[in-house]
């Protein structure tokens, strides 16, 4: 069941919004036009909320962005590490990391981008605490990437003569690169040849 969050309205009754639709709203906001570009009225229209609500919910665009940042990484730590549930060995395990970063760079998904990355640039020069939340969630990424090589190399399915930290460091640029063009375009096949590519960093 979906959060909802009560706003007083003056002394009348009590207003209660779906706080994880208009979490997801704005997040597909902000990927699409980026965080400088994103007005109050233009969040308040596609979350469904009146300025002074998004205020009083959430402060400012600041906390909407942080807000739905966090929305954003937690979901999607929860669906990947889904998606490498079944997989057997570590080898498996980052052919399917990569083989959903591959499936989310092209097409429809791959045209929106990633909020992550594409945040990145927009936050760097003049908010360094947003900064430290995406270069966080990078960091969780990048250590993923690294336990799983590591686990590969600990049952036999990745040679251990890989270096697995700069292995991992080359992955993390691949799947990073990988949302960044796939906003141009892409298909489902370059993608995908481009997952199979980086499976050779393992040889």
């Known amino acids: 069941m979906s959060d909802t969050l009560d706003l007083q309205k003056g002394r009348g009754r009590p207003r209660e919004f779906d706080t994880e639709a208009a979490l997801d709203a704005a997040m597909a906001l902000f990927i699409e036009r980026g965080y400088a570009a ?3 009225s233009d969040l ?3 979350m469904g909320l009146t300025a002074g ?3 009083k919910a959430f402060g400012d ?7 739905a940042l966090d929305r954003y990484t937690s979901t999607r730590d929860v669906r990947i590490a889904d998606h490498l549930t079944e997989a057997a ?12 970063y591959a499936g989310n760079s092209h097409g429809e998904s791959g045209r929106r981008g990633c909020l992550v990355i594409g945040s990145a640039r927009d936050l760097a020069l003049f908010d360094p605490d947003l900064q430290a939340r995406i270069e966080n969630a990078v960091s969780v ?17 990745i040679p251990v003569h890989v270096d697995a930290e700069a292995t991992a460091k080359a992955m993390l640029c691949l799947l990073y690169g990988m949302r960044v063009i796939g906003k141009t375009g892409r298909s489902e096949a370059e993608m995908q040849a481009i997952a199979a590519t980086a499976m050779k960093l393992l040889d």
Do not use: C, H, P
Request: hydrophobic fraction near 40%; avoid cysteine; glycine fraction near 12%.
């Open 53 to 55: 609500s998004i205020y």
């Open 38 to 40: 994103a007005a109050i």
């Open 44 to 46: 308040g229209e596609a």
């Open 61 to 67: 665009k600041r906390g909407v962005f942080a807000a």
């Open 141 to 157: 990424r990048e250590s993923l990437i690294l336990d799983v090589i590591r686990d590969g190399q600990s049952d036999g399915s």
């Open 89 to 100: 060995t570590g080898r498996e395990r980052l052919r399917r990391l990569i083989d959903y």
